[in-house]
């Protein structure tokens, strides 16, 4: 007779498992990948691989050299932050600048604190302030969309939409003048225009999140919390003074808002356990983010605004405990 | 010179100062008045905040040791006497002897002698598993082999046998007894270290008939009784099925080692006798 | 019709029902019935045969012990070769009563034909005697003494009585059957317990993948008063003492008190047939409806079992395959113990024996990826990827301060992890260890 297994209840387990999670953070990432494949060319692919290569090889390193433990890059954690690292950076980016980033983001961020599951801050995003901080040129020398080109070395490049924003005014220019210098929104809602690998389309992005939302890989709460109360803020100040402060949609389709909200602030590790603390996360980040992009020193605010309430987190997750079953809330 | 230098250090060194101040009359307003000696005893103590004196902490037992004024009672097991015989010097005491002791597992089933018959795929925690069944090996009283001792142990003295399955007790062992409270089939006993660290202890604590512990395990104390008739010294006592040797009385004369028909009775350390070769091969904790 | 269903968490796990349809068999009385002293939550009973006794079937063998125990009847009649300790589901030996069957000589008295009682003669004091002297106690797996529930405490009424017909437990179909082949039975028993507690309403309770159940049900129910019958969402633990309660009544048990607190008095349909019996037929609790089941059974099916019949015989009658690498539970996939071995006996308490051959071994144990989805099925709104973590520490002041003892043991948490981790099994061990350490503190003041 062969052996009876046993173990305490319950004896059937979801089909769900981390690396399925993972791999559909991944799948549903890849319209997005796609458009700035389209925009950015070669090098964007190039850059994506490097970094998501990196990022797997120094993940499999230190766990196999430092911390002396079974590598679990199969697991696709380090992938998927490989790739959120690459969609932070702009596309005509030194190769070996990401390679440091990948360090950084994993070495760092990640590994330093025990590996997956208990780093307070996003990885990718540490590397890419990281990066934004070492770097500051090169970061910020966006690439101009130039539709399948196999090489951006004289590419010509040019300031994202919210840096020409955020410049012309310090200048003194007025909004009208500026907004004609920039695509319509819907060429700026599908990606043509400057910025990071990532974050140009917002519509391969929504796409990516619909996905995710159906999957229930993330819930609603982050993402809308998010991306709502950045809109009313923005939208306050642009009602107050539509000169200075521009309209709360093209802060939507601009910059790293959609990513931000869809994928950074949605990780799992880093974001709070409870439905509360979530929609509070959220809030926090949309309106950090708003006011760092209109009183800044940057014109782009989501990684900071990130990283903050990533910072926030633990106190979140005590403070805002769920509604437990019996108990009246006073 | 410029002006501005002097001014910044002008400004640093009142910034300096003022901190100075603030802190001063702050220490001073929140002073602690405390024995000074509680400090002293802290010193010598391990440091290790193992709990084996029955306090919190080592600090803890510092404070307790000088409030009561007296050794009776207290003592720090990692310490062992010497550091009794300074705490001791401290307080102005004289220093009570306590005999020297060890962690000692009381099961030698494990994966050799007691063969698994079904297989726990829960927790690795002691504590869980035997809250759920009797153990893989069927031995209700058996070792379950998940370490919760191991975890217990702040000394980094007791290890699971991978072969075995079973704890190890190493030298490094300071007595300190989180072991014994980790273990929830109370197999873990501290017992003296014993002259040249030898000692004699019956390594089972099943209480079943020995019909059934020894289908069981087939080095369970079966319960016979032999070796309390052959004790000079009338040590062991038979309780529950189960045979047990006060350390107290045991004059380590080996008589019921060679007496028992299982091998559940263990000598550690001893010089190896013909007989007696296999009984302490097969042990080594 | 709109369903009913309780409010915070739950979880969706497949439902396997594949006895759904199978019409429950009477099995085969065993030639050894093995009858464990401890077959109720609380006191274990205590024997009043010894051996050489010749019992008949009914006739009491062990007696109640206590406020919150109960007594056992003989589930077959024949002769006691012994009392002696018996391998029970944990592989832990408790006492048992081993009787060895001769024919089938019931006590005189007990109606064991299949005649319906529909008139109600027993008063309340009466029916709560009957229920005591029966040996009923619920039959959803609590075993908790079904007389102690009626017993309404000072201080409370009793305005509902809940019948649980939920059955939220993947693959067990055992009240199922019971609710389609017995329903006048149930709603008999239904008004006992009413009559009994005096409760002045009825609601059944049934989950919506059951549409046949409720069907019957709500058109029986008719023919009786003040009994409703409600169709309930498909979702695990809807069956819950106190999420039954919220979905039904949407009030809420407060944490720490009984389901009486707020007038409502759960039984399962299984104990209201046993009432029926037992009140109506004078028939003791000596044989239940058990569902054995799993995918790699040749013939898995619902039978009425006696108890004390080996689960082994059970498994063997039902094309059990010993060779197949398995886990053998007792109760559902979700709740239920997994056995040491099929040679145990039957109890009150067993619903279902559900053998597993696919999936045996747990998935590998990752590290925590602080998803919440732990914290987001918790049907009591706790954390349990906390109180895991602090129990496995033993930080017990956490864990009471995160409220561990309201957790219902439900195992959502566990089912629905990424990784896998065996959250229940520390929450477990955090709350009976949290238990006993408040437990103390309230004896030494």
Redesign the interface.
């Known amino acids: 007779m062969s052996m009876l297994t046993i173990s305490g209840s319950p004896h059937v387990h979801t089909d769900d498992s981390v690396q399925k999670i993972m791999r559909g953070v991944i799948i549903s990432l890849i319209p997005a990948a796609l458009v700035s494949f389209y925009f950015f060319g070669l090098p964007a692919i190039i850059l994506t691989l490097v970094s998501i290569l990196s990022c797997v090889a120094v993940e499999y390193l230190i766990q196999r050299f430092v911390m002396k433990e079974k590598p679990s890059v199969t697991d696709g954690s380090a992938a998927l932050t490989g790739l959120l690292l690459a969609f932070n950076v702009p596309a005509n980016l030194p190769i070996w600048m990401i390679v440091v980033g990948a360090i950084v983001s994993i070495g760092i961020a990640k590994m330093s604190f025990g590996g997956l599951g208990k780093n307070p801050f996003n990885p990718a995003l540490v590397g890419r302030v990281f990066m934004l901080i070492s770097f500051p040129v090169q970061m910020t020398s966006w690439p101009k969309p130039t539709e399948l080109s196999m090489t951006l070395s004289d590419a010509v490049t040019g300031p994202t939409p919210l840096g020409l924003v955020s410049e012309g005014l310090k200048k003194g220019e007025t909004m009208q003048t500026l907004m004609n210098q920039l695509p319509d929104y819907i060429n700026l809602a599908m990606g043509n225009m400057g910025g990071s690998i990532g974050e140009v389309s917002a519509v391969a992005l929504l796409l990516g999140g619909l996905f995710m939302l159906y999957k229930k890989i993330i819930t609603w709460h982050i993402p809308v919390a998010f991306i709502g109360s950045a809109l009313i803020f923005a939208g306050i100040m642009h009602l107050v003074n539509p000169d200075h402060y521009i309209d709360p949609l093209f802060h939507l389709i601009t910059g790293g808002l959609m990513l931000g909200a869809l994928y950074m602030a949605t990780d799992m590790v880093t974001s709070p356990m409870s439905v509360t603390g979530m929609l509070i996360f959220g809030v926090g980040c949309g309106v950090i983010t708003i006011l760092i992009r209109l009183f800044g020193a940057y014109p782009e605010g989501v990684s900071f605004a990130i990283l903050i309430m990533n910072a926030v987190v633990p106190l979140l997750n005590k403070a805002f405990k769920p509604g437990r079953f019996g108990v009246v809330k006073k | 010179m410029d002006l501005i230098i002097v001014y910044a250090m002008v400004a640093m060194a009142g910034l300096g100062i003022t901190a100075a101040v603030v802190l001063y009359f702050v220490a001073q307003k929140f002073k602690v008045i405390e024995d000074p000696r509680i400090d002293q005893v802290a010193e010598f103590l391990a440091g290790a905040n193992c709990g084996g004196c029955g306090y919190a902490g080592c600090r803890n037992f510092a404070e307790a040791v000088v409030q009561k004024g007296s050794l009776e009672g207290m003592n720090c097991p990692p310490g062992g006497a010497e550091v009794m015989a300074k705490v001791a010097a401290v307080l102005g005491l004289e220093a009570q002897a306590s005999d020297p002791q060890i962690a000692v597992v009381r099961c030698n089933g494990g994966k050799a002698h007691s063969p ?8 690795q ?1 002691c ?2 598993s035997a ?5 893989e090996g ?1 031995c ?1 009283n058996g070792c379950l082999g998940h370490g919760d001792c191991v975890t217990a142990c702040s000394f980094d003295a007791i290890h699971i046998d991978e072969t075995t399955g079973l704890p190890v007790v190493h030298d490094e062992c300071v007595a300190c007894g989180a072991c014994v409270k980790a273990c929830p089939r109370n197999i873990i006993e501290l017992r003296k270290r014993g002259p040249k660290d030898r000692r004699i202890f019956v390594s089972c604590v099943n209480t ?1 008939k020995g019909a ?1 512990s020894k289908k069981n395990c087939e080095v369970a104390c079966i319960g016979c009784g032999k070796c309390v008739k052959i004790c000079p010294f009338e040590a062991i006592t038979l309780q529950n099925n189960i045979a047990y040797i006060d350390d107290a009385k045991c004059r380590l004369c080996r008589k019921c080692v060679a007496e028992c028909p299982t091998g559940a009775i263990h000598e550690l350390n001893f010089p190896v006798k013909a007989k007696a070769a296999e009984a302490t091969e097969a042990v080594e904790n | 019709m709109r369903l009913k269903t309780f409010k915070i968490g739950g979880v969706h796990p497949p439902e396997n029902k594949i006895t759904a349809h199978k019409a429950i068999e009477s099995f085969p009385v065993p030639t050894l019935a093995r009858v464990m002293l401890h077959q109720n939550l609380g006191v274990a009973s205590v024997a009043t045969v010894g051996k050489g006794d010749e019992v008949k079937v009914g006739q009491v063998i062990a007696r109640q012990e206590g406020f919150i125990s109960s007594s056992i009847h003989s589930p077959v009649s024949g002769i006691v070769t012994k009392i002696e300790e018996c391998v029970d589901a944990s592989g832990y030996r408790k006492p048992a009563i081993f009787i060895e069957t001769k024919g089938d000589e019931w006590l005189e008295g007990i109606d064991t034909t299949s005649a319906l009682v529909t008139e109600i003669k027993a008063s309340k004091e009466e029916i709560i005697k009957k229920v005591t002297e029966m040996g009923i106690v619920g039959l959803g797996g609590a075993t908790f003494p079904s007389q102690v529930k009626l017993m309404v405490p000072e201080g409370n009424k009793a305005e509902y009585i809940i019948i649980n017909g939920v059955e939220c437990e993947p693959y067990l179909t055992s009240d199922h059957r019971l609710m389609l082949e017995r329903p006048h039975e149930i709603m008999i028993g239904v008004q006992l317990l009413m009559k009994a507690s005096g409760a002045s309403k009825a609601l059944i309770g049934i989950e919506a993948n059951k549409p046949d159940a409720i069907d019957l049900l709500t058109k029986v129910a008719q023919e009786y008063t003040n009994i409703e019958v409600y169709g309930l969402k498909v979702k695990y633990p809807q069956g819950g003492e106190k999420q039954l309660i919220k979905a039904l009544t949407g009030r809420e048990v407060p944490s720490g008190k009984l389901p009486i607190s707020v007038g409502c008095i759960v039984n399962n349909v299984g104990t209201a047939f046993a009432v029926y019996e037992a009140v109506q037929k004078n028939k003791p609790l000596v044989e239940r409806v058990v569902t054995i089941t799993g995918k790699g059974l040749k013939e898995p099916g619902n039978f009425m079992v006696r108890i004390g019949t080996s689960i082994a015989d059970l498994l063997a009658h039902c094309g059990y395959n010993a060779e197949h690498e398995a886990k053998i539970v007792s109760g559902g996939p979700m709740m239920g113990k997994a056995v040491t071995t099929p040679d145990i006996p039957m109890v009150k308490g067993t619903s279902g024996i559900l053998v597993i051959e696919e999936g045996v071994e747990r998935v590998a144990i990752e590290p925590c990826i602080r998803c919440g989805r732990c914290t987001r099925v918790c049907p009591m709104g706790l954390e349990p990827y906390l109180l895991a973590m602090a129990s496995s520490k033993k930080m017990y002041d956490i864990t009471e301060a995160n409220a561990v003892m309201d957790c219902i043991e439900c195992g959502s948490c566990h089912y629905i992890c990424p990784a896998g981790r065996p959250l229940l099994d520390y929450v477990r061990l955090g709350k009976s260890e949290t238990g006993k350490i408040m437990r103390s503190r309230k004896s030494v003041q």
């Open positions: 698994q018959k079904v297989n726990y795929d829960g927790a925690s504590a869980s809250a759920l069944f009797a153990g069927g209700k079943e059934i």
